[in-house]
């Protein structure tokens, strides 16, 4: 079974989070404690690898009441989970125009062309998940991660806390 990369899945994990505060600063401190350089206005919010899933909600409750209130259309996907857009930005691109500031983007940690360490980085972030009982494979530069058996009691709960734990460990400037 094969499965998208770490950015693609962070990413998607994130969306999926719901949401419950502010955007970031525009210049925040890296796991490995130097400032990072400050994004431009229209950059957005960096998703920092170090953030907890509230943070990361944040992130994306005030970019969708963002999107909301320039009116682009929210749909409910599953109960319990929070408004989304149900347009893309093509069909209200002023509407998300307006919320460009707003809008959740991954780390640049996790962007294979931009960290000049993200091969070795990759690879102890894939020791560190097998090491604590999650079983994935896969080459640094693949698009989609094969993601094999947990060891008994990993849930969805520790299953993420693992992730998160392997890439606060793995990935640094």
């Not at 505060?21 to 490995?32: E, F, K, L, Q, S």
């Not at 963002?66 to 409910?76: D, I, Q």
């Not at 849930?155 to 693992?162: A, F, H, P, Q, T």
Request: hydrophobic residues 40%; neutral net charge.
């Amino acid at each position: 079974m094969r499965f998208p990369s770490l950015a693609v899945l962070l990413g998607a994990l994130l969306l999926l989070a719901g949401c419950d505060g502010a955007a970031a600063p525009p210049r925040v401190a890296t796991i490995a404690g130097t400032p990072s350089a400050a994004p431009s206005a229209a950059a957005g919010a960096m998703i920092r690898i170090d953030m907890t899933p509230a943070e990361n909600e944040a992130l994306y409750r005030t970019y969708y009441a963002c999107l909301a209130e320039h009116g682009v259309r929210m749909t409910v996907k599953a109960p319990g989970f929070p408004k989304i857009p149900d347009e893309e930005e093509k069909d209200n691109p002023v509407g998300y125009r307006a919320c460009a500031t707003k809008e959740p983007y991954i780390d640049p940690l996790l962007d294979k062309a931009k960290n000049p360490k993200y091969a070795d980085q990759f690879r102890t972030w894939l020791t560190c998940m097998n090491e604590h009982g999650v079983e994935v494979s896969g080459a640094w530069d693949d698009d989609f991660l094969k993601y094999g058996k947990r060891a008994p009691g990993i849930d969805g709960k520790k299953y993420l806390e693992i992730h998160r734990q392997c890439d606060m460990a793995s990935y640094k400037w």
